[in-house]
């Protein structure tokens, strides 16, 4: 069973910067992806941004060219860089890591089968 635990939110003006941090153990499936979703209050969880095995990556419209996500195989730690943080991106923030068939396919379906999501970590954005 993997164990996830996000860092590194926290309240910054439009056009800021944040760094979120992914703690990672336990264990993974052979192929696997990881990847950042949140949820702001009222509205449905929406995947953010995926990375594969081979390091390929894959991002929501409303994040792309601002986000940026990697990991740390050796810190066994997933990160998201967040450049020009808009008020819109304000919400929780979730990591996860699971079986994978593809970027694009991991965000759509862990966030409409997952569960067990951990505590998260909030991001609020003023204008």
């Known amino acids: 069973q993997v164990q996830l635990a996000e860092s590194g939110g926290g309240s910054v003006q439009a056009g800021g910067s944040l760094k979120l941090s992914c703690a990672v153990s336990g264990f993974l499936p052979s192929n696997y992806c990881m990847g950042w979703f949140r949820q702001a209050p009222g509205k449905a969880r929406e995947g953010v941004a995926a990375i594969e095995g081979d390091g390929s990556t894959a991002y929501a419209d409303s994040v792309k060219g601002r986000f940026t996500i990697s990991r740390d195989n050796g810190k066994n730690t997933l990160y998201l860089q967040m450049n020009s943080l808009k008020p819109e991106d304000t919400a929780m923030y979730y990591c996860?890591?699971?079986?994978?068939?593809?970027?694009?396919?991991?965000?759509?379906?862990?966030?409409?089968?997952?569960?067990?999501w951990g505590q998260g970590t909030q991001v609020t954005v003023s204008s």
């Open positions: 996860a890591a699971d079986s994978c068939y593809g970027g694009r396919w991991f965000l759509s379906y862990v966030r409409d089968n997952k569960r067990d």
